[in-house]
């Protein structure tokens, strides 16, 4: 009995070692596993594409707020911006440059601090001289074409309030449409620059930022400009105005590239059904 005993121990014995290196072995695949995606998640982040939401109307009409968008990693070669978070991981001077083309939307490190994410359109690139004349851009002394279009028009949503030009003065750009809904209703121009680059913007109305000096952007940096004229801070201001002044290049994140998802902000977190009815179908998928 004792024998029959002391085998049963030893075999139990057996059996939880057996157990104990099996949950091992299974944690340490586990563990790998992980290391394995977050090392996936990183290369792909920072190389590869990134996820970028619209915090401002900037850029509007093409960007609204509430917008989610994928830029591209590698068209402009990698520094340590590409990074998350900027790690330190890298060179702050890019690797494998290259530089945007005028007209491309770009994601930037934004001056002076270097460590917020902004996005603007490229106006111009080193060597050229830019001047705003009543809201005409001048682009080495040529001025860029720009022509009147149809308003842009878009329903008024916590995420899209139409602009009040005056504190306590009620918008002049909040109308109803044939529905009665309420539309925020603005002017809104084409511009066409030298290499074929055609976009939209807004001019509210006549502002002191419509008539500027003439700047020469430096080697190595950038001229910016949001499409939404009177509400982006932008190359147009010096940093000490609160702008951005002349980026550099090594400040490059990445490329827009295409719209992932828009949400108009009346969704609540409590309520799932209106994940679906606050989306922005229309704006998914739509590129640059």
């Not at 290196?21 to 990183?42: D, N």
Request: aromatic share 12%.
């Amino acid at each position: 009995m004792t024998d029959q005993t002391s085998g049963g121990a030893r075999a139990a014995a057996a059996k939880a070692n057996k157990r104990g290196r099996k949950a091992k072995s299974e944690g340490r695949e586990s563990f790998i596993f992980l290391l394995k995606l977050l090392l996936f998640v990183f290369i792909l982040r920072s190389f590869i594409v990134s996820p970028f939401v619209i915090p401002s109307e900037s850029m509007q009409p093409r960007l609204l707020v509430g917008d989610y968008l994928l830029a591209a990693k590698w068209p402009y070669g990698f520094s340590r911006y590409s990074l998350p978070w900027g790690m330190p991981l890298l060179p702050s001077s890019r690797i494998l440059p290259r530089q945007p083309e005028r007209g491309d939307v770009v994601i930037f490190r934004a001056p002076p601090t270097n460590d917020v994410d902004y996005i603007k359109r490229v106006i111009g690139l080193p060597g050229d001289l830019v001047q705003i004349r009543k809201g005409q851009i001048i682009l080495n002394g040529t001025p860029i074409p720009r022509q009147r279009i149809a308003d842009f028009v878009h329903p008024v949503s916590p995420n899209s309030p139409c602009y009040a030009l005056e504190k306590g003065v009620p918008s002049p750009f909040l109308h109803r449409d044939s529905t009665g809904q309420a539309v925020c209703r603005y002017p809104q121009y084409r511009e066409t620059l030298p290499n074929g680059h055609s976009y939209a913007v807004l001019d509210l109305r006549p502002t002191e930022n419509d008539d500027t000096e003439v700047y020469v952007v430096p080697e190595g940096h950038l001229f910016l400009m949001g499409d939404n004229r009177d509400r982006s801070l932008d190359s147009r201001f010096s940093v000490e105005r609160g702008g951005i002044g002349f980026v550099p290049q090594d400040n490059l994140v990445g490329r827009a590239m295409v719209s992932i998802f828009s949400t108009d902000g009346s969704a609540n977190w409590f309520l799932p059904w209106t994940w679906f009815t606050a989306a922005r179908w229309e704006r998914i998928g739509e590129t640059f």
